[in-house]
């Protein structure tokens, strides 16, 4: 659950009219946003930590922000199967980057959220 830190939120806030494409990008370890929903941030959040992340910041404006921590080695991949430089371990997670860097606060709890089960998959007929 992603809610603002009790030290307060540290976004800048974006009132600018214009729409970006993609609003979030960056390399491991480093995102950049310009004009950022809470809700897309906890979809990116969602996608980096492979767990669902439900919005309950209660911002409901646009921001700007910069994020940097040390990523998670992807499983399986040793330092030496990499062609980028290693990225740096000495640096916070993306927990605490979150906390210090944006006021934001990443907690782990149980909380409903919208889940799809197919149950059954037909080929479809010509008509």
């Known amino acids: 659950m992603l809610t603002v830190d009790r030290s307060g939120t540290k976004l800048k806030l974006n009132e600018s009219s214009e729409q970006f494409e993609i609003p979030v990008k960056g390399p491991p370890g480093k995102m950049t946003g310009e004009r950022v ?5 906890s979809w990116i959040l969602a996608q980096l930590l492979n767990r669902p992340v439900v919005d309950k910041t209660g911002l409901d404006r646009y921001y700007d922000f910069t994020l940097e921590w040390s990523p998670e080695p992807p499983p399986g991949l040793a330092a030496t199967d990499s062609r980028e430089p290693p990225p740096d371990r000495n640096g916070p997670t993306i927990f ?6 944006l006021g934001l606060k990443l907690d782990s ?5 919208d889940a799809f089960v197919i149950d059954h998959v037909e080929r479809p007929t010509s008509n």
């Open 37 to 41: 929903s809470m809700s897309y941030l």
């Open 109 to 113: 709890q149980k909380s409903p959220v």
């Open 96 to 101: 605490t980057a979150l906390r210090e860097q």
